[in-house]
């Protein structure tokens, strides 16, 4: 059983930046990957960057240069900087863990409930 909050969304003019947090509560043994998500309404959920124990980063094309994926593991946490944006980047934003937890014998996933995140031109 795991726990997902995020934080840190809101409304904000074209150009300027968001760091969006995501705090993992709860029993697991090892965290395997770290995500986020966006979707807006009408339109499907894309992964916007990852992160991987291992340190590995992946983002999508529309974002790379302008958001970063970064991790604190002392404090389970992930955080999204989101800088230069624009109303395109406008949707929720969902934070997805990937973990082993004792007693399982495959990996397990769990989602948060998601924060919005509004960008003005």
């Known amino acids: 059983q795991v726990q997902l909050v995020e934080s840190g969304g809101g409304l904000v003019q074209a150009g300027e930046s968001l760091r969006l947090s995501c705090a993992a509560s709860g029993s697991f043994s090892k965290i395997n990957a770290m995500n986020w998500y966006r979707q807006a309404p009408g339109k499907q959920r894309e992964l916007v960057a990852a992160?991987?124990?291992?340190?590995?980063?992946n983002y999508a094309d529309s974002v790379k240069g302008r958001f970063t994926i970064s991790s604190d593991n002392a404090k389970n946490t992930v955080y999204l900087q989101m800088n230069n944006l624009t109303p395109g980047d406008t949707a929720v934003y969902y934070c997805?863990?990937?973990?082993?937890?004792?007693?399982?014998?495959?990996?397990?996933?769990?989602w948060g409930q998601g924060t919005q995140v509004t960008v003005s031109s």
């Open positions: 997805k863990m990937e973990y082993s937890s004792a007693g399982y014998y495959y990996a397990l996933s769990s």
């Open positions: 992160v991987t124990s291992g340190g590995s980063t």
